[in-house]
């Protein structure tokens, strides 16, 4: 049995977008109705419609969710990918000196951490079109 919100309404289950076609059923978007990057050069078109997908994937799953960029006490969550001769995978590392950094597009991000290891897991081959040249 689905768990109940505050007014009494099921609470959204996540895992139940498993694929780009479950999340725009969830948006009421068509998903063969992707954007036209026939204008933009060829090697760019595949991250263009992957970075379409996670916008639409992460849209569905953070269920009317926002960041709220001026709120620091809101914590934001995201994946983050680590590539190594040996393949693409999720991971975190960092270095300090003199720190300053940003590493997050504020699109795709999470309001939980669970939520962000799940589409890193899930989402792998559309996070890799979009971030790798293809070999």
Not at 118 to 123: K, N
Request: charge should be positive; aromatic fraction near 18%.
């Amino acid at each position: 049995m689905a768990k109940k919100s505050v007014k009494n309404q099921p609470v959204f289950d996540f895992r139940t977008i498993k694929t780009f076609e479950d999340a725009c059923t969830k948006e009421n978007i068509d998903p063969t109705a992707l954007p036209d990057v026939s204008m933009i050069p060829k090697e760019f078109r595949k991250p263009i419609i992957n970075a379409y997908k996670l916008l639409i994937i992460f849209k569905a799953i953070n269920d009317g969710w926002r960041p709220d960029w001026s709120k620091l006490s809101q914590y934001k969550y995201f994946p983050w990918y680590r590539v190594l001769s040996s393949g693409f995978g999720f991971s975190y590392s960092g270095y300090l000196c003199a720190y300053s950094h940003t590493c997050v597009g504020s699109r795709l991000c999470t309001d939980t951490s669970e939520k962000a290891l799940y589409i890193a897991e899930q989402f792998k081959a559309e996070y890799q079109e979009f971030f790798l040249y293809p070999e």
